[in-house]
């Protein structure tokens, strides 16, 4: 049987962007599913708003990941997303953005993730607009998503509450607190991946996985 890694994960979460040359090249990887898993970390509760403290520790913590994975947190996003008073921190949106090409083209949904990320840390967008979520997905020629985020139905309300629970469950299972986690499944059982080599090695962390096989 093919082992599936999950990948549970939050669109606002800077570790899990900086994850994102592992999870590029997990997708990649031959004879590995990888299924995506967004956990609602900074959502509804874990929401919050952007106050100085608060965007002052996230561009201190922001810097320590690009020194570490090379992933970019441009001046744009310090100046126009962590210095936005009126822009939450709050992640739902952008999790339902998800679940839209979840339902509409699954083999698309690492390609969404990726391009929303890079709206919020590289162009300096705000990712919890709407507008800017249905901007996003159409430049990517995920039409279908974007009108069904438009206009979000139940099935996509109920869908998007199944894959957060479905995540926190796996995470409470696994014994892990926080994201980025990669629990791998195989043969039924469920490993928590060490993740360090993911952000300074992704190829690497990759051939572990792929090599103890």
Same mark, same amino acid.
Request: with cysteine.
């Given at each position: @049987?093919?082992?599936?890694?999950?990948?549970i994960?939050?669109?606002?979460?800077?570790?899990?962007?900086?994850?994102? $040359? &592992?999870?590029a090249?997990?997708?990649? &990887?031959?004879?590995?599913?990888? /299924?995506?898993?967004?956990?609602?970390? !900074?959502?509804?509760?874990?929401?919050? $708003? @952007?106050?100085?403290?608060?965007?002052?520790?996230?561009?201190?913590?922001?810097?320590?990941?690009?020194?570490?994975?090379?992933? $970019? !947190?441009?001046? /744009?996003?310090?100046? +126009?997303?962590?210095? =936005?008073?009126?822009?939450? !921190? %709050?992640?739902?949106?952008?999790?339902?953005?998800?679940?839209?090409?979840?339902?509409?083209?699954?083999?698309?949904?690492? %390609?969404?993730?990726?391009?929303?990320?890079?709206?919020?840390?590289?162009?300096?967008?705000?990712?919890?607009?709407?507008?800017?979520?249905?901007?996003?997905? +159409?430049?990517?020629?995920? =039409? =279908?998503?974007?009108? /069904?985020?438009?206009?979000? =139905?139940?099935a996509?309300?109920?869908?998007?509450?199944?894959?957060?629970?479905?995540?926190?469950?796996?995470?409470?299972? &696994?014994?892990?607190?926080?994201?980025?986690?990669?629990?791998?499944?195989?043969?039924?059982?469920?490993?928590?991946?060490?993740?360090?080599?993911? !952000?300074?090695?992704? +190829?690497?962390?990759? &051939?572990?996985?792929?090599?103890s096989?």
């Amino acid at each position: @049987m093919t082992p599936t890694l999950h990948y549970i994960f939050d669109p606002l979460c800077g570790w899990c962007y900086g994850a994102g $040359p &592992a999870l590029a090249a997990l997708a990649a &990887a031959p004879g590995i599913t990888v /299924r995506l898993q967004p956990s609602g970390l !900074f959502s509804e509760a874990g929401a919050r $708003p @952007m106050d100085d403290h608060f965007a002052t520790y996230a561009w201190s913590n922001d810097q320590r990941i690009e020194r570490l994975t090379g992933q $970019p !947190f441009s001046a /744009r996003y310090r100046d +126009q997303v962590l210095a =936005d008073r009126q822009q939450r !921190f %709050d992640s739902g949106p952008a999790t339902l953005a998800l679940t839209a090409v979840a339902l509409a083209a699954p083999q698309r949904e690492a %390609d969404a993730l990726k391009a929303i990320q890079h709206a919020r840390y590289v162009e300096g967008r705000d990712i919890t607009s709407t507008e800017t979520l249905v901007g996003v997905l +159409q430049s990517l020629g995920l =039409d =279908d998503a974007a009108t /069904r985020l438009q206009q979000p =139905d139940i099935a996509l309300l109920t869908a998007n509450q199944q894959r957060v629970s479905q995540a926190q469950a796996l995470l409470r299972q &696994a014994g892990a607190g926080g994201v980025p986690t990669f629990v791998l499944e195989r043969d039924g059982q469920r490993q928590v991946l060490h993740s360090g080599t993911a !952000f300074s090695d992704p +190829q690497g962390f990759v &051939a572990q996985l792929t090599s103890s096989r």
